[in-house]
């Protein structure tokens, strides 16, 4: 019963709280970059004129694939925040992905299309080292499941240093800062600007955000998975380390893709698989 109604609070509140970071976000980038910058609210009133518009599609399928990543983007954090296994909520998560690469590839756009590549060639580069985060954590707590991690008393932060450096690599990519932001970006400093989701408009454009939203969301709970020994640490460093991506978001130029690539099988083969090979040789016993 607990479960059930954890994932209903994700499920309400994720994106009041996702839209809420979202303008934080915008909020220290302004102040960054010497302007006042809009409201923290800013993100709610841009979504609710998007369903006040009207819904330009090239394709009907286009609707149906956005839904669907929605969708499967609340069923990812549902799954998480209601305990579920880790294994699992990868695979609703890839699968919420590959939903709107293929939105991107029913609009016939070659901007959209370019988008579309460059978001799977995000997806391959960051995957192996989100995988690689939950076998630590099994490792580690002895279990797949979200509900048993975050209730594990070991401080699973001192164990996994590597795996979660690798991790914080890939959230910048998850969350398409620069430089990693090669599909599409909030900011207008690259020539795709918005490649994956040029074609989408009205509604179906809130949608996305509504998603993006959620995502956020379910990224920084598994940062929690790290310290959820210490809640109270878990939130700082939460904090800490969204301050941190903005930092970077703000600091570094958009690199290209083949770099994309590169630093995430980096991060995962030197952060995260040199981390599990010590772990598993030093503290497990082989």
Do not use: C
Request: hydrophobic share 55%; net charge negative; glycine share 8%.
């Amino acid at each position: 019963m607990m479960s059930i109604l954890n994932a209903l609070v994700y499920l309400i509140l994720a994106p009041v709280l996702g839209g809420l970071v979202a303008g934080i976000d915008r909020k220290i980038t302004a102040r960054m970059q010497g302007r006042v910058g809009p409201p923290i609210l800013q993100p709610f009133y841009d979504v609710a004129k998007l369903f006040e518009k009207e819904d330009v599609t090239v394709t009907p399928s286009q609707n149906y694939y956005i839904l669907s990543y929605l969708v499967f983007m609340a069923v990812t954090g549902a799954l998480f925040f209601a305990g579920g296994d880790m294994l699992l909520v990868i695979f609703a998560f890839t699968l919420a992905h590959v939903f709107i690469v293929l939105g991107a590839y029913a609009a016939y756009s070659p901007y959209s299309y370019l988008g579309a590549e460059r978001e799977l060639i995000a997806l391959m580069a960051y995957e192996p080292m989100i995988i690689l985060t939950a076998v630590g954590l099994y490792l580690v707590t002895g279990s797949f499941y979200v509900s048993d991690i975050a209730a594990s008393t070991v401080p699973v932060i001192l164990y996994l240093p590597g795996v979660f450096l690798g991790f914080l690599t890939v959230l910048t990519i998850k969350l398409r800062k620069s430089p990693f932001d090669i599909s599409t970006s909030h900011h207008a400093h690259q020539e795709l600007v918005k490649g994956l989701t040029t074609e989408f408009s009205g509604a179906t454009l809130g949608k996305i955000e509504i998603a993006h939203w959620y995502e956020t969301v379910v990224m920084l709970g598994i940062v929690y998975l790290f310290f959820g020994f210490n809640p109270l640490l878990a939130i700082i460093v939460i904090a800490l380390v969204y301050l941190l991506e903005i930092f970077i978001d703000n600091t570094f130029s958009r690199m290209k893709w083949e770099m994309t690539m590169k630093s995430g099988w980096g991060a995962a083969a030197i952060l995260g698989f040199l981390n599990l090979a010590v772990l598993y040789y030093f503290y497990l016993g082989v």
